[in-house]
């Protein structure tokens, strides 16, 4: 593989570092309890008092965090069509690459314990 192969990769990588931490900032930020927060933004906690500020507009993080999510997932399906000569024609890298993220997004969510 030469240079430009290994910066596409790279940047696949990239975006779905940065998908599964939009998602799991999205999870994080919805599914602790408001009571909790409040109790530590009480004791004196800066990150918990952050935390209840984001919490009473959820519209504003909500909205960054799903944008954020989109536009690695849209950045990392239109790289991976573009080196069709990197894996071949035998496997589809758009069709991999779309899928993959929903199929384990979906799964992910339905089966995590928060939602028990």
């Known amino acids: ?6 910066t596409e990769v790279f940047v696949l990588i990239a975006c779905f570092l940065l998908a599964g931490l939009a998602s799991g900032t999205e999870t994080a930020l919805t ?3 408001r009571l909790r927060v409040r109790f530590l933004a ?3 906690s800066k990150s918990a008092a952050i935390l209840q500020r984001l919490r009473s507009d959820p519209n504003r993080f909500l909205s960054t965090v799903l944008f954020t999510n989109t536009l690695a997932l849209i950045l990392a399906s239109t790289s991976a069509t573009l080196p069709t000569g990197l894996i071949g024609t035998k496997l589809s890298p758009s069709r991999c690459i779309t899928n993959f993220p929903y199929v384990y997004g979906s799964v992910r969510r339905t089966h995590s314990p928060s939602t028990r």
């Open 1 to 6: 593989m030469d240079a430009q192969e290994w």
């Open 31 to 33: 599914s602790v309890g």
């Open 42 to 44: 009480e004791q004196g």
